[in-house]
Antibody, heavy 120, light 106 residues
Framework: QVQLQQWDAGLLKPSETLSLACGVY????????WSWIRQPPGKGLEWIGQ???????KYNPSLQSRVTISVDTSKSQFSLKLASVSAADTAVYYC??????????????WGPGSLVTVSS | DIQMTQSPSSVSASIGDRVTISCRAS??????LAWYQQKPGKAPEFLIY???RLQSGVPTRFSGSGSGTDFTLTITNVQPEDYATYFC?????????FGQGTKLEI
């Protein structure tokens, strides 16, 4: 059973860069996509972007100018950087695995979430 | 982006009731739809994919239906552990997008 572990980012000031990492334990790193998804307090879910084991990344156009997702297959980890944060970026950030089921990819395993607060 | 709209935003039910939650896509997505359950302070859990297929281990009181733009999640015989927020998500095209959620309350 795969488990995803996240490391907290905590409190950031406006204009700083958010950095999060997610470790993958107990499963194959290949044959999946690895995503970051965020959820502002009391609100819905927003997909940030994804990466595969070879480093091919895709991003949500709404955040593309500020987002970088990278992968380190030797450590079975992937990471998120979000530049120039503002209060609007305050959210719980989840890492998630997406797997292929019946011709499409769905988020079948999620990390526990990391609360990131942006405040001066 | 494909917009996903859920209704209602909240629903009240008693133990043993049958509950239906609707999800509408802004354009046709075939059956490429998932449902997730989220409890307070926890990550979402994957319930249903391809509109109607139960993920392994999900109780059979959960069922999904629909295709194209209109989808439904049904919970028959609601149990105490089902009180949570439910999200739909389209997997037809990037970026994947989610509904705003439906909270199932006592």
């Amino acid at each position: 059973q795969v488990q995803l572990q996240q490391w907290d980012a905590g409190l950031l000031k406006p204009s700083e860069t958010l950095s999060l990492a997610c470790g993958v334990y107990g499963g194959s790193f290949n044959n999946h996509f690895w995503s970051w998804i965020r959820q502002p307090p009391g609100k819905g879910l927003e997909w940030i972007g994804q990466i595969n084991h070879s480093g091919s990344a895709k991003y949500n156009p709404s955040l593309q100018s500020r987002v970088t997702i990278s992968v380190d297959t030797s450590k079975s980890q992937f990471s998120l950087k979000l530049a120039s944060v503002s209060a609007a970026d305050t959210a719980v950030y989840y890492c998630a695995r997406s797997s292929r089921y019946s011709f499409a990819y769905y988020f079948d395993n999620w990390g526990p979430g990391s609360l990131v607060t942006v405040s001066s | 982006d494909i917009q996903m709209t859920q209704s209602p935003s909240s629903v009240s039910a008693s133990i043993g009731d049958r509950v239906t939650i609707s999800c509408r896509a802004s354009q046709g997505i075939n059956t490429w739809l998932a449902w997730y359950q989220q409890k307070p302070g926890k990550a979402p859990e994957f319930l249903i994919y391809a509109g109607s297929r139960l993920q392994s281990g999900v109780p059979t009181r959960f069922s999904g239906s629909g295709s194209g733009t209109d989808f439904t999640l049904t919970i028959t015989n609601v149990q105490p552990e089902d009180y949570a927020t439910y999200f739909c998500q389209q997997a037809d095209s990037l970026p994947p997008t989610f509904g705003q959620g439906t909270k199932l309350e006592i």
